[in-house]
């Protein structure tokens, strides 16, 4: 076969190939003569115009939106937590135990455990009982009761009895026990044989038995220290500071008489209402 021949046949070929109407199909778009259902190609509730080609919309991811408690937003495919109910308040009646007595301020004590009470026997000791020290009512000089005047006088180890004391309170004081705060009078219990009335005075800066009850010289205060209790006489002349103590005259031979001067120390005290029994 001659070349010639041979294109013929392959020209022959292409000829009826092409009249033979085998083509290509091409892809179509979709024209819209009419605007699609809502989700069908445009965003649902929005009419696009008359031939424009929508593209098929991907799944939304917009958030929901967030109704009443319980119902589910559109497009969240989540459902919402109803919230939590509030907690009920506890109705139960709390129980009450009886009412606190009220609070006593300012009150002096005695060693016995009590309030010290006015016209009621005490005796005073220097600071506690264990060193046997005493108010007795005697003159410094002899332990004779019959040798005048008397003295209120701290006994180092008696050889006479203590002699009691009464805390007697001005009339218009409506307290029934002894505060700090209070002015009173200090008398001792027994009467004297030298005729004395018995109420502690300051005069002189030292402290004698003929004072008067309620008198401005004859008024004292009860003052607590870090353990113990202190006299005072007479009115403050600075803010926060005590009025003059009554302190001891430091006798050689354990009788100090009571003083009031100042600058001086402090003799601090108890107070018993029964007379420590080891000294009966």
């Known amino acids: 076969m001659t070349i010639s021949r041979l294109i ?8 009826i190939t092409t009249s033979s109407g085998v083509s290509c199909k091409k892809k179509k778009n979709i024209i819209l003569d ?4 809502p989700g069908i190609g445009q965003t649902p509730g929005i009419q696009g115009p008359p031939g424009v080609i929508f593209p098929v919309p991907e799944p939304s991811m917009t958030p929901g939106i967030q109704g009443p408690p319980g119902v589910v937003g559109q497009g969240s495919g989540v459902p919402v937590s109803e919230p939590s109910m509030p ?10 135990g009886p009412p ?20 009621v026997p005490y005796y005073i000791s220097f600071m506690s009982a264990d060193y046997d020290m005493w108010i007795c009512r005697m003159n410094t000089r002899t332990t004779d009761p019959k040798l005048c005047p008397h003295q209120p006088v701290m006994f180092t ?18 307290d029934t026990f002894i505060r700090e705060s209070t002015k009173l009078s200090i008398k001792f219990v027994n009467p004297s044989e030298c005729g004395e009335s018995g109420v502690w005075r300051v005069g002189n800066g030292e402290v004698v038995l003929d004072g008067v009850e309620g008198r401005e010289d004859s008024l004292f205060r009860i003052h607590m220290t870090d353990s113990y209790y202190k006299f005072t006489i007479g009115e403050s002349v600075y803010p926060n500071i005590y009025e003059t103590s009554i302190s001891l005259s430091n006798s050689p031979i354990g009788k100090d008489r009571l003083i009031a001067k100042q600058p ?3 003799m601090e005290v108890n107070f018993f209402q029964h007379y420590p029994p080891e000294y009966y």
Do not use: W
Request: net charge negative.
């Open 87 to 96: 907690p009920v308040p506890d109705h139960t009646p709390s129980i009450q």
């Open 157 to 174: 180890r008696p050889t006479i009895a203590p002699a009691p004391v009464m805390f007697i309170l001005p009339s218009s004081t409506p």
């Open 264 to 266: 001086s120390g402090e």
């Open 8 to 15: 013929m046949i392959c020209f022959l070929v292409v000829v």
């Open 34 to 37: 009419k605007p699609l259902a």
């Open 100 to 119: 606190l007595p009220p609070v006593v301020k300012d009150v002096v004590f005695s060693v016995d455990g009590g309030p010290v009470l006015p016209n």
